[in-house]
């Protein structure tokens, strides 16, 4: 066995290969409702996550105010919040003891049934759903404008307290609204960037994988090539020499980091290309491109989900360095990166400006990382014990 | 095996000149020039003028980019803008730098790493092995910065402020009055300014080398030879550190090569924060100033560590692991 070399500028992850393990039936039509669940929240973050990036371009439009969107949003989640607890309630009241709902014995759903015992993963679900709650109802809870600067002299450095909950930082801004608004910044990021690299990922592999030869080389020539270059230095170089806004950053960010994916799907439709399914397929006469979307990459997105969970996860991670070094958002916006950053020039006097907004980072990053750990444990029939 | 290692070295050169040419071709038609520093109403645009001819960014690109070639092919670098001093003289300086930080947090790595991953896999399902999981996946998620400046804020700000035994310094490399220690004292003051970084540097990957461990072992704990020699009535320890480890480090011996890119890409952070003038600053810095040579000279020197990384852990695989030598 010759070992290629498999080069990551994160750590490389336990991943085993799961090439023919849970191919062979399409997904179309098979039941599951809690990876159907996870799914939905990953695509509604998404959507989510494109509106706030588009929310400044939005309320530029002439006639319509800048707080009036946010608020209603975050009132209309506090609703869709109430509502969903009251269904929930109400249909698990009404369900007759000891009688479970009949499970249907797909892929999917013996996943969901393995996810749903995974206690470290749920958490990191319900971590996940609750930052999605934060995120939108932002407005109601942060109790300051996370741009307001506070009287100089009076309310700059104050420590934690009642009213200031994590203290203030230098310009007298309150360390807490800011740290929830930067939320929606980094998981916004998290979102679009993997979102992007994910779809190249699979696109890249999957041609890869299907067409063979002199394509394959080329496509894997290139992902070597990108790999044999650390993720940070490289974004580095790109992002430094240009102007640095959230835009480039989300971009740039998702060009970069689509390697892994393209090797896990292209392992995967090396193997898929070969099955009855595809053979049948073709022999019905139709073209490479229709198999490719309808037949092939259908069957790899197990793995797929897993990766784009776990990426999240480190996008965060990489967009928290990147703001930390002044490449990343630009401050006045708060993002978490450039919060801990401007924590570190008065580290002894007031360590809680650093502290917070990392704590948020780490929490965030563990949920995606519990997430995407249980995700691989359930949809890979090796890991399930 | 030397035919094999041959053929490496040489896939992997139009690698290395692929991404170079990548990086050369975005920082060139980047918008900024090495010479915006010293515009100023002072200085009149025949200067600069004169300046943009005297490092050669007055030719069309194309040239530009046959020279850096031709020059890099004899093994020359060239001038760095920003320090006006030859890169070949620059880089051993800086390389040796990170080499140290790389090379102490490489041990803690695997150190802590593998005797985590080890205690685990012993005790599969126990409370230790749940705290010890959640432990890692918590380091593991954590941003490298942010433990940097926890670590300085309290073993180096607390531990100073409360007059605390142990003392690590903030930042830099020596203390003041370096050249005038003996050379043991010169070891100590180094070993006391790399504590702080290369712990910063390295806790995340030894979460991630625990996690590994952890699987590796599980995997070979199971199998009959294990069965058999508890069943011989070794003890324990010869058991698990003699039989089984030696079969569980088989992939984490790849892994040594393939961490290498993440601790470069950590370094940045790390010898940005800790004030360690290695490679990671070195190429912050030249990107800042639009130092050209100096970008391509350390990128260079990146991406041939990390294609050697590769090429380490695949012959350490070889050599590790009898079962794939015979093809």
Do not use: C
């Not at chain 1, 960037?193 to 080389?217: E, H, P, Q, R």
């Not at chain 2, 220690?181 to 080398?209: F, N, Q, Y």
């Not at chain 2, 590796?216 to 324990?236: C, N, W, Y």
């Amino acid at each position: 066995m010759r070992a290629s070399p498999n080069v990551e500028s994160t750590p490389p992850e336990p991943m085993p290969d799961t090439a023919g393990s849970m191919a062979g039936n399409t997904v179309a039509g098979s039941g599951g409702t809690l990876t159907r669940v996870i799914g939905l929240a990953l695509a509604w973050g998404l959507a989510g996550s494109l509106v706030f990036l588009s929310l400044s371009r939005i309320q530029a439009i002439p006639g319509m105010r800048r707080v009036s969107v946010d608020y209603y949003l975050a009132v209309a989640t506090l609703v869709a919040v109430v509502v969903g607890t009251a269904w929930w309630t109400v249909r698990t009241l009404r369900r007759p003891v000891g009688q479970r709902p009949r499970h249907g014995d797909s892929q999917w759903s013996i996943a969901g049934r393995h996810f749903k015992k995974n206690r470290l993963a749920m958490a990191g679900l319900a971590v996940m759903i609750l930052l999605y709650v934060i995120t939108l109802i932002t407005p109601l809870i942060a109790p300051f404008d996370p741009a307001e600067q506070g009287n100089i002299i009076l309310s700059r450095y104050l420590p934690p307290s009642g009213e200031h909950l994590m203290g203030t930082d230098k310009f007298g801004r309150d360390i807490f609204s800011r740290v929830l608004y930067g939320a929606r910044i980094s998981l916004t990021i998290g979102f679009i960037a993997v979102a992007i690299s994910i779809t190249l990922g699979t696109l890249i592999g999957a041609f890869a994988g299907y067409f063979g030869g002199i394509v394959d080389g080329i496509l894997m020539r290139f992902t070597d090539m990108m790999l044999s270059f650390p993720r940070l230095v490289l974004l580095i170089v790109v992002i430094a020499l240009f102007e640095p806004n959230i835009y480039l950053v989300v971009i740039v960010l998702g060009l970069t980091g689509w390697m892994g994916t393209a090797r896990l799907v292209r392992g995967e439709v090396l193997s898929l290309r070969e099955r009855e399914f595809v053979q049948a397929a073709r022999a019905l006469g139709m073209g490479d491109w229709r198999i490719i979307f309808r037949h092939v990459i259908p069957n790899t997105m197990a793995p797929v989900i897993v990766s784009a969970t776990l990426g999240i996860g480190q996008t965060i991670l990489t967009e928290a360095s990147l703001s930390f070094l002044g490449l990343g958002v630009q401050p006045p916006t708060p993002s978490w990166g450039n919060m801990v950053s401007d924590g570190r020039d008065a580290l002894i006097n007031a360590w809680w400006i650093a502290t917070f907004p990392g704590i948020a980072i780490v929490i965030t990053v563990v949920a995606f990382n519990l997430l995407g750990d249980g995700l691989r444990d359930a949809l890979d029939p090796r890991l399930r014990t | 095996m030397i035919g094999y290692l041959a053929k490496r070295i040489l896939g992997a050169i139009p690698l290395l000149l692929g991404i170079l040419t990548i990086i050369f071709f975005i920082i060139h038609l980047a918008p900024g020039d090495p010479t915006a520093r010293f515009v100023s109403p002072n200085v009149s645009p025949q200067v600069i003028e004169q300046m943009r001819r005297n490092l050669g960014l007055d030719q069309p690109l194309h040239i530009q980019y046959v020279k850096w070639l031709w020059s890099f092919i004899r093994g020359d670098f060239g001038y760095s803008f920003g320090q006006m001093r030859p890169i070949n003289e620059i880089l051993p300086e800086v390389l040796w730098n990170t080499v140290q930080l790389t090379f102490v947090s490489l041990v803690v790595i695997f150190a802590v790493g593998m005797l985590i991953g080890i205690v685990q896999a012993v005790r599969q399902y126990s409370i230790a092995d749940n705290v010890l999981t959640f432990v890692a996946l918590f380091f593991y998620s954590m941003p490298s910065f942010w433990f940097a400046l926890m670590l300085i804020l309290i073993f180096s700000l607390k531990a100073n402020q409360s007059g605390w035994f142990f003392q690590f310094p903030a930042s830099g490399m020596t203390d003041v009055g370096y050249e005038f220690m003996g050379t043991g004292e010169k070891i100590m003051d180094r070993i006391r300014h790399l504590v702080l970084p290369a712990t910063a540097l390295g806790i995340g990957s030894a979460a991630g080398v625990a996690r590994y461990m952890r699987g590796s072992m599980l995997e070979v704990i199971h199998q009959d030879f294990i069965r058999t020699a508890r069943a011989k009535g070794l003890s324990e320890r010869t058991v698990v550190f003699k039989h089984a480890l030696r079969n569980a480090l088989i992939p984490i011996i790849t892994l040594l090569g393939l961490y290498l890119p993440f601790l470069l890409s950590g370094a940045v952070l790390v010898e940005t924060i800790f004030g360690w003038p290695g490679m990671g600053r070195a190429i912050v810095d030249a990107i800042l100033q639009r130092d050209y040579p100096m970008v391509m000279a350390t990128s260079f020197v990146i991406a041939a560590i990390v294609v050697m990384g590769n090429l380490l852990s695949d012959v350490l695989y070889a050599v590790v692991d009898p079962r794939i030598r015979t093809e």
